[in-house]
C-alpha cells in the first residue's frame, strides 16, 4: 500500500525505471558488493576493502550506498554518503570505467543528493584529491563551492584535500 512505504521506498521508485534502456538508481545490497569493490580497485589508489565495503552497506546505520545498475542489474556506478547529525558527507563516487563520460556520475550523485535531502540532512560535504579535476568538475555541476584546502590529506602521496558544500535548505 502507498502509504505503507518507507523514504527508501519512495527513493528507490523515484529512480527506478523500466522506461529507456532499463537502468535503474537503488539502494546497494549484499549482491552488489563484489561488483562495487573491483569499480573501487580499479578506479581508486588507495580503494577501500571488501571488508570495509560490506560493513558499511550491511552493518553502518549511518552508511548509505546507491547504485546505478544496468537491464542487467550489474553495477554500472555507485556512490555513499554518512549521515551525520545534519550533514550528509560524501565518501565515494565512481563510475565504471567504460562507462565514464556518458552523464552516470551526475546521475547518481543527483541522485545521492535527492536521498540526503530525504532524510532531512541541511548539508552536504566531501573531500577530494586537489588533481582530480574531473570529480571538482562533476561536483561543481552538482552545486558543491568549494571551501578550502586539507593540506597533505591524502596519506599515499601527500596530496591536499579539496573541501567540498552545498546547503540542501
Ligand atoms: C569522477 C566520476 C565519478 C565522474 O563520473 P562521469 O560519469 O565520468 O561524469 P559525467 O559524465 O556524469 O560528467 C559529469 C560532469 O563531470 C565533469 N567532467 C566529466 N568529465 C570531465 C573531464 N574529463 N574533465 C573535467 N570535468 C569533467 C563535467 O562537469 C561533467 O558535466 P557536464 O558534462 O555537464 O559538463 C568518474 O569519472 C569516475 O568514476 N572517476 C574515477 C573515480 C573518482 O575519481 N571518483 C571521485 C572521487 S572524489
Known amino acids: 500500500m502507498e502509504n505503507d512505504r518507507t523514504e527508501w521506498d519512495k527513493i528507490d521508485a523515484m529512480w527506478c525505471t523500466d522506461e529507456g534502456n532499463g537502468m535503474c538508481i537503488r539502494l546497494a545490497a549484499q549482491k552488489d558488493i563484489p561488483e562495487i569493490t573491483a569499480i573501487e580497485q580499479a578506479e581508486f589508489a588507495v580503494p577501500w576493502s571488501e571488508e570495509s565495503i560490506r560493513h558499511d552497506i550491511m552493518e553502518n546505520p549511518a552508511g548509505r550506498w546507491l547504485v546505478l545498475a544496468d537491464a ?3 553495477v554500472v556506478a555507485y556512490a555513499a554518503l554518512w549521515l551525520v547529525i545534519d550533514e550528509g558527507h560524501v565518501l565515494n563516487v ?4 567504460r562507462d565514464q563520460g556518458k552523464g552516470y556520475g551526475k546521475l547518481i550523485m543527483s541522485a545521492l543528493i535527492d536521498l540526503a535531502r530525504g532524510e532531512g540532512m541541511r548539508l552536504m560535504t566531501l573531500e577530494v584529491r586537489r588533481s582530480n ?3 571538482q568538475g ?3 555541476r552538482c552545486g558543491f563551492l568549494d571551501v578550502g584546502y586539507r593540506k597533505r590529506y591524502y596519506e599515499n602521496n601527500k596530496e591536499d584535500a579539496l573541501i567540498m558544500y552545498m546547503d540542501l535548505v
Request: glycine share 16%.
Open 72 to 74: 542487467d542489474g550489474s
Open 94 to 97: 565512481a563510475v565504471r570505467g
Open 133 to 135: 579535476l574531473r570529480a
Open 138 to 140: 562533476l561536483y561543481h
